[in-house]
């Protein structure tokens, strides 16, 4: 078992910035991909990041690319998402999981472990 604990969500304003941290505990998070998904009210769950178990390999969503990194600490089981230039439409809750043999690359990924997630609210 992986447990996944997300944090650093809140309010911001359009154009500010957030960083989310997932703490992972349980078994050994270097053999882990990692990824960071979404959903907003009424919608459905949609994929944002993804990072390969070295922190080698990193994907984004088209609507997120130039503004999100995604980064990983393997000696502290973090995995991170730095959000820059956020907009209304990033409102969501945030979730972090985990994969032992896929990195999450786009939405409906079958991720083994998911976190309870963190709530981001842009206000324009």
């Known amino acids: 078992q992986v447990q996944l604990v997300e944090s650093g969500g809140g309010l911001v304003q359009s154009g500010g910035s957030l960083r989310l941290s997932c703490a992972a505990s349980g078994r050994t998070f270097s053999n882990y991909h990692m990824g960071w998904f979404r959903q907003a009210p009424g919608k459905e769950r949609e994929f944002v990041a993804g990072?390969?178990?070295?922190?080698?390999?990193?994907y984004y969503a088209v609507s997120v690319k130039g503004r999100f990194t995604i980064s990983r600490v393997n000696a502290k089981n973090t995995v991170s998402l730095q959000m820059n230039n956020l907009k209304p439409e990033d409102t969501a809750v945030y979730y972090c999981a985990a994969d032992r043999t896929v990195v999450p690359v786009k939405s409906g990924a079958p991720m083994d472990y998911w976190g309870k997630g963190t709530l981001v609210t842009v206000s324009s």
């Open positions: 990072i390969s178990w070295s922190g080698g390999s990193t």
